[in-house]
């Protein structure tokens, strides 16, 4: 149809115009088919394609700065563990505390780094729920129109549908529109079903992302901590050993603790209660047995402050566990004849971003964990059935948990990666999880000298 219009347009042009002008009108007439035949249509950019792509640029900018910081990071550490090879000395010290406050510094650069990227992906989280949610309401909207549809025809018999239309054809038209509006509604059910679990799911991210947030501001207080620590222990030493070798050498001795001080020390558990480190010591060493997984790493792990004393809370498990848990959760307890409402049956409580709690016990084991190394404990402690408030089971469960991920190789990447996994899961890879794995690793090097001093003596 268009093209006959612009054929009778062109025709009715031709025999208005002069005959000189003829050659000259369809001179410009090809001109300019040809000129819109080869230009290119202005192409109108997707502003989220172009906020995502601004985003992306952002976010690898970020990570390549970060990467540069924990390849400093590791270079300081490396020249720490070559002061300490080479044995107690001022000179040695008083270097290695250069270094570590150094380091400490860049630590604090990358938890700053990482913080502005964690703030990033929580606006981008929070807007995509606002998105997913419109869409919740438009869908919902869509479906109380057609449901009003649907209604109004099935509120009329037959009869009357049939004499409100004057011809069998339109009778049969409103049948299609009927069918028609029912299948919407059914699409419309299907795709609100479908956005509400991306909201939940969203929702889990965006919890996580804050989660991180404040894990992070955690880890940067603590940093900075260190750093004034590490500068007035660097300040201590100056200042009792005058610059003096030998009187260096006098300190060292005096500071050492005794293998009686060390076994008497208290031991913070993870999930809340203490005990003696030499108790927490057999433990370990009985999972360390059974498992090839250091003594030390076992008590690295385990101990609270390893995620810097943060506690994780008493509370029920109605208010704190994931839904999905609660039955492996109440079989477990079956199990052992503990009262679901007792004292002993408290779990780690969900937080404040609304993810859950329901950890049970010094390990901080979720039910559906403990149960796949249920069997395994008994075998280690010869528990039947073994519990998770018992700290014996804690300590094998821990063990047993981190020689599935390669610990037991003893090698510090395999430590690291099994503690962050320990922590946090399949997002073991996020800086917060990576942090409290090196803390980890830095905590067992210093029960690793408690345990060489305990060993070496005869009470050991």
């Known amino acids: 149809m268009k093209t006959l219009r612009v054929v009778t347009i062109i025709t009715i042009a031709v025999n208005l115009l ?242 009686a001080q060390i076994r008497s020390r208290i031991f913070e558990l993870l999930g809340g209660g203490e005990l003696t480190f030499e108790k927490a010591y057999d433990y370990a060493r009985l999972a360390e047995g059974a498992t090839g997984v250091r003594a030390a790493m076992v008590l690295a792990v385990l101990h609270r402050e390893s995620l810097l004393g943060k506690n994780t809370g008493r509370c029920s498990y109605q208010k704190a566990m994931n839904p999905k848990d609660i039955p492996t959760f109440l079989e477990i307890l079956n199990k052992l004849n503990i009262d679901p409402e007792s004292t002993v049956a408290k779990v780690s409580c969900p937080n404040a971003d609304g993810r859950y709690g329901g950890a049970m016990g010094p390990a901080q084991f979720i039910p559906s964990t403990w149960k796949i190394f249920e069997a395994s404990i008994l075998q280690v402690t010869g528990s039947n059935p073994p519990n998770p408030w018992n700290n014996s089971d804690a300590f094998a469960a821990t063990a047993l948990y981190l020689k599935k991920y390669g610990a037991d190789s003893k090698s510090t990447t395999a430590e690291k990666k099994a503690a962050a996994i320990y922590y946090c899961g399949s997002n073991w890879q996020r800086y917060a999880c990576s942090y409290y794995a090196g803390k980890v690793v830095e905590t067992a090097g210093k029960f690793q000298k408690d345990i060489d001093v305990l060993n070496s003596t005869n009470g050991a």
Request: charged share 30%; hydrophobic share 30%.
């Open 18 to 259: 002069a005959p000189h002008a003829v050659d000259t009108f369809f001179t410009t007439l090809i001109v300019h088919a040809e000129e819109t035949a080869t230009s290119t249509p202005e192409i109108i950019p997707d502003p989220e394609e172009q906020a995502r792509r601004e985003q992306d640029q952002q976010r690898t900018e970020l990570e390549n700065q970060l990467t540069d910081l924990e390849n400093q990071i590791a270079e300081h550490q490396r020249t720490i563990e070559t002061y300490q090879k080479q044995g107690k000395t001022l000179k040695n010290d008083i270097s290695s505390l250069n270094t570590k406050i150094d380091k400490l510094n860049l630590q604090i650069k990358a938890v700053n780094l990482t913080l502005s990227k964690v703030n990033r992906e929580i606006n981008n989280a929070q807007r995509q729920i606002n998105r997913t949610e419109n869409r919740i309401d438009d869908h919902k909207n869509a479906l109380s129109k057609n449901l009003r549809n649907l209604y109004e025809a099935d509120s009329k018999s037959i009869f009357e549908v049939l004499i409100a239309n004057n011809r069998l054809s339109d009778f049969f038209n409103n049948l299609s529109n009927i069918t028609l509006v029912q299948q919407n509604i059914r699409v419309a059910l299907t795709d609100i079903v479908k956005l509400r679990q991306e909201l939940l799911q969203q929702k889990e991210e965006l919890a996580l992302e804050k989660e991180d947030a404040e894990n992070l501001r955690a880890i940067q207080q603590t940093q900075k901590k260190s750093v004034e620590s590490t500068q007035k222990e660097k300040s201590d030493v100056l200042k009792a050993t005058k610059g003096k070798e030998s009187e260096y050498q006098k300190l060292l001795k005096k500071t050492q603790e005794t293998a």
